[in-house]
Nanobody
Framework: VQLQASGGGLVQPGGSLRLSCVAS????????LGWFRQVPGKEREGVSC????????VYANSVKGRFTVSGNHAGNTVNLQMNSLKPEDTAVYYC???????????????????WGQGTLVTVSS
């Protein structure tokens, strides 16, 4: 299983970015596709995920109302539309896959088996 993330970059506060992640080599058991982020010195935290079996989504409180996660019908692509970006959103963003997406799994990185390489998002003026 391989995941390839893209779309990071430098954006001013209040701006938008769209991250994409394409997964390949999947088994049909993996329904959860998610996004995490990490800054130096801090633990990796869950941002959002989507369950491709039923299209249910979960968001961290810090991004609710600003970020939108979506996936394609084939269940091998996950996007993260990030609006109203804040400097505290600056981090390396990772996509990952798990058996399913729910509140518990988003808050437990050990539930996620495969990870992409990370893409840097910098929010700064």
């Amino acid at each position: 299983v391989q995941l390839q993330a893209s779309g990071g970059g430098l954006v001013q506060p209040g701006g938008s970015l769209r991250l994409s992640c394409v997964a390949s080599g999947f088994t049909l058991d993996y329904d959860g596709l998610g996004w995490f982020r990490q800054v130096p010195g801090k633990e990796r935290e869950g941002v959002s995920c989507i369950d491709t079996n039923n299209n249910s989504t979960v968001y961290a409180n810090s991004v609710k109302g600003r970020f939108t996660v979506s996936g394609n019908h084939a269940g091998n692509t996950v996007n993260l539309q990030m609006n109203s970006l804040k400097p505290e959103d600056t981090a390396v963003y990772y996509c990952a896959t798990a058996y399913y997406c729910d509140d518990y799994s988003l808050n437990n990185v050990r539930r996620w088996d495969y990870w992409g390489q990370g893409t840097l998002v910098t929010v700064s003026s």
